[in-house]
């Protein structure tokens, strides 16, 4: 099949399963939810097939023209080139899993359609995005992903925890888009285009290359909110309140890792200093992400904060292949802990758990009752801490042994600061997780009120795809020889002609393997420990900094417009109403009047002169004898 035609049939085809099941409507809520699925399916069989077409060719890039500004036609294209192609599978894929544990997580929604049709206008959003070469482009797609997410994670409306997250989420991004949005014009003006792939063969070119790092800098803006990333972090635990579903795609494949995705197109932009900026960013949110996640009693905001923690790994790794791999790694094993979390949620709330079912100081012994999850559960906990033989150790390890590359051949103490820091994630990460398996699997049950024997693993529509992606979180999936990072096929597949690797640093591997084996023993040791602190967030800042003086600024231009606008407004009114009452007078007694008086004497000297027209013939004589006295009199005096 035609290469262009593939493309806009995975295009075209998530469209389309947003707009049939809302047109299907909720009468057809079980066949919007199957036709979603088949949609989805069809959808990654076609990039399956784009990827074995295209993977390695010469020119990944299709062109079209789109439209005439004065002379200059503007045109957008689309990528076919290796993360093009494996971002369309892993975004397919991961909607695909996700579609199917929702038909039984979901079973009960009677909006079911509306569901389904929002997940599919996700993944049409961020196929967008990963396909276009064009900033601009890939803007308009940006803002519809936000848009996505604005509808999913408010889907339960009726919820006013629901709606203040969604907007939260919602305007948080805005704000990292503005400076998305200016960086787009900053790289047209010293570009000409916006067309990302020719940026780092035309910076010769450009007159001004002081202002090169700026757009680079001010493009990361997207990424910071998109990412969620310091200081733009505050939307990500509260977008919890959307369905457990919607968390393993916006976490794993879609709205979360965009950010990433933009900064390794946009990192030739970047100079060392800039990139030290960027990497300190994401340096700050994994360990910002990582202490979080300890003090969390919500089962899926450990995992949020945790999110935030590994994207912020991602980010530490500037977008490059390293980061990349990590995306693909963390992709499988944060849907499988997000997915798995929904399968517990799923039980507990029809065992009688009600609101409590996300509390993980209510639950407890639940490996005893859903066996199936918990293997799942440790499996992927596991990768996320970077335990030897798992994926996460693999991908993880690669960013630490790049930026410790780095920082050698630059002789730079902030990347060897971050890469101290990247250590301390690490044992973090291992230790909330251990907390977390802990609290949620061992011990005994600790709610009372809900009947434990009635707590099961669900059907198959649960636990085949937390089992899929519990299996592709194990380091054999990627190489023979889970240890060594530099084996894995994932390298030759970006770049077999220049493969991006940081040579070989056994002491990396065995550290963090050390660090990791601790967290979890600290862990352990810890297990039975409540932490009451509350870890203040930026939300309070925000409240002081921003939020509160605008709030006393939109009193204060309320009551001024409310005592002094309004009052100025009222009393103007007033005198035009008596202006207008003065002219209404004037004209009813002038310039109405006069005509009017006009008429009335015209009116009476017609009505006297018809009286002598009465038909009678003395009336007549009399007229014409009082007319003959009245010639004579005139004649007499005249004379």
Request: aromatic fraction near 14%; hydrophobic fraction near 55%.
């Amino acid at each position: 099949m035609n290469p262009s035609t593939l493309i806009w049939l995975i295009l075209l085809t998530p469209l389309a399963g947003f707009i049939m099941p809302i047109l299907l409507g909720k009468k057809y809520n079980a066949l919007a939810a199957w036709l979603s699925i088949a949609l989805t399916g069809l959808n990654l069989i076609f990039s399956i097939i784009l990827l074995r077409q295209n993977l390695h060719v010469a020119n990944p890039h299709l062109v079209f023209n789109w439209f005439l500004l004065g002379k200059e036609t503007y045109s957008f294209g689309f990528l076919t080139d290796s993360l093009t192609l494996m971002m369309l599978v892993l975004v397919n894929f991961i909607a695909l899993l996700v579609q199917i544990f929702s038909l039984e997580y979901m079973e009960e929604e009677p909006d079911q359609y509306r569901y389904v049709g929002f997940l599919s206008l996700f993944v049409f959003s961020m196929l967008g995005i990963v396909l276009t070469d064009n900033l601009l482009v890939m803007y308009a797609f940006w803002e519809l992903v936000g848009l996505s997410s604005y509808l999913l994670i408010g889907f339960w409306y009726q919820k006013p925890e629901a709606v203040n997250a969604s907007k939260k989420a919602f305007l948080v991004n805005r704000v990292g888009d503005v400076g998305f949005l200016l960086g787009i014009f900053l790289a047209y003006y010293l570009f000409g285009h916006s067309n990302f792939l020719s940026f780092s063969s035309e910076m010769a070119n450009v007159p001004d290359t002081s202002l090169i790092p700026v757009a680079g800098l001010l493009l990361f803006c997207g990424c910071v909110g998109k990412s969620a990333q310091f200081p733009l972090h505050t939307w990500l635990p509260d977008a919890m309140e959307g369905p457990t579903p919607v968390s393993a795609l916006i976490h794993a494949a879609t709205m979360v890792v965009a950010g990433v995705y933009l900064l390794a197109r946009i990192h030739p932009l970047l100079g060392f200093d800039e990139s030290v900026i960027v990497a300190s960013v994401g340096c700050i949110t994994m360990l910002m992400g990582s202490v979080y996640a300890i003090f969390q009693t919500d089962i899926k905001k450990t995992l949020a904060y945790s999110t935030i923690s590994q994207v912020g790994l991602m980010v530490v790794g500037l977008g490059s292949d390293a980061s990349i791999f990590h995306l693909l790694t963390h992709a499988f094993f944060k849907a499988g802990l997000f997915l798995s979390a929904g399968s517990i949620i799923h039980a507990l709330h029809h065992a009688g758990h009600g609101f409590d079912a996300q509390d993980m100081r209510l639950m407890g012994g639940l490996r005893k009752r859903m066996p199936f999850t918990f293997v799942c559960y440790i499996v992927c906990s596991l990768a996320l801490a970077g335990i030897p033989f798992f994926s996460g150790f693999l991908s993880k390890d690669s960013i630490l042994a790049q930026v410790i590359a780095q920082a050698e051949q630059h002789q730079s103490m902030a990347l060897h600061l971050i890469s101290v820091v990247f250590f301390i994630g690490i044992l973090l990460s291992a230790f909330y997780m251990t907390r977390q398996v802990w609290m949620v699997f061992f011990g005994e049950f600790r709610n009372e009120k809900a009947d434990v024997f009635a707590i099961h693993e669900g059907s198959w529509k649960i636990t085949f795809p937390i089992g899929l992606l519990a299996i592709l979180s194990i380091g054999f999936i990627f190489t023979f020889n889970p240890l060594n990072a530099e084996s894995t096929w994932f390298w030759e597949f970006m770049k077999p002609e220049m493969v991006e690797k940081s040579g070989e640093n056994h002491w990396v591997a065995y550290l963090s393997t050390a660090l990791a084996v601790a967290g979890i023993a600290l862990g352990y040791l810890s297990r039975n420990k409540v932490f009451d602190f509350t870890v203040p967030t930026l939300d309070a800042l925000y409240q002081k900094a921003f939020v509160n003086p605008v709030l006393k600024a939109s009193d204060l231009l309320q009551g001024l417009d409310k005592d002094y606008l309004d009052r100025f407004v009222n009393v103007f009114a007033k005198l035009q109403v008596l202006i207008a009452s003065m002219i209404a007078w004037f004209d009813a007694k002038f310039i109405d009047g006069i005509p009017n008086t006009m008429a009335f004497f015209a009116g009476l000297i017609g009505k006297v002169t018809r009286s002598v027209q009465a038909g009678k013939v003395q009336l007549y004589v009399a007229m014409s004898f009082l007319g003959l006295i009245a010639l004579v009199i005139f004649i007499v005096f005249s004379s």
